[in-house]
């Protein structure tokens, strides 16, 4: 984790952030600490971004991905901004661990027994997308981070939503549904 820049933010949404965990073309995540004390990533696309409608949508499908997931093997999310928020953001589970890329890198290829077992408690977290109706399109070492007890699934944003986003459409409008976070 590096520490966070003179120009990065604080604080988002109420959540302290305390370090850079990474940045891509389009954004920024940062580790950061809830007002309860929970350990979360924090996705934040880069302001020159936020107006950008094929961005927005983007981001939007990712965050309604992640909360139709639920298991041991994929981050949760804790929150997310609403659509109309100034600049889009999600909070989730902060995994502590190094990715599958860069664990081989380190240590060289898994070896049989291990590759086995981590296969296994792969498909167990790709059941869990596949459960909510939804197609994970790329599913690859930098995507999956390495936590002290399993590998869990971080990355949403190519998920292909399908007719799972129309029954999920559905129960957004059901009376008594609570979602958490958004």
Same mark, same amino acid.
Do not use: W
């Given at each position: 984790?590096? @520490?966070?820049?003179? +120009?990065?933010? /604080? ?41 950008? =409608?094929?961005? /927005? ?18 981050? @949760? ?13 999600? %909070?989730?589970?902060?995994? /502590? ?25 792969? %498909?167990?977290?790709? +059941? $869990?997308? &596949? =459960?909510?109706?939804?197609? &994970?399109?790329?599913?690859?070492? $930098? ?13 949403? /944003? ?8 129309? +029954?999920? $459409? ?13």
């Amino acid at each position: 984790m590096e @520490s966070v820049m003179p +120009s990065d933010p /604080r604080r988002i949404a109420g959540i302290e952030l305390h370090g850079r965990l990474g940045e891509g073309g389009m954004g920024q995540v940062f580790f950061g600490v809830t007002p309860g004390g929970g350990q979360v990533a924090v996705k934040i696309v880069h302001k020159a971004y936020a107006d950008r =409608e094929d961005i /927005r949508e983007r981001f939007d499908r990712e965050v309604t991905a992640m909360s139709m997931m639920q298991g041991p093997r994929v981050a @949760s999310l804790i929150a997310a901004a609403g659509p109309d928020d100034e600049q889009p953001r999600l %909070a989730m589970e902060y995994v /502590r661990g190094l990715t599958l890329r860069d664990f081989v890198h380190e240590h060289g290829p898994l070896g049989a027994d291990m590759g086995a077992a981590f296969g296994d408690l792969l %498909a167990e977290g790709l +059941s $869990a997308v &596949h =459960e909510a109706g939804l197609l &994970h399109r790329d599913l690859n070492p $930098a995507n999956i981070l390495l936590a002290d007890d399993d590998p869990k699934i971080i990355y949403f /944003r190519l998920v292909s939503l399908g007719e799972a986003l129309d +029954s999920y $459409a559905a129960e957004l409008t059901t009376s008594g549904v609570t979602l958490g976070g958004r």
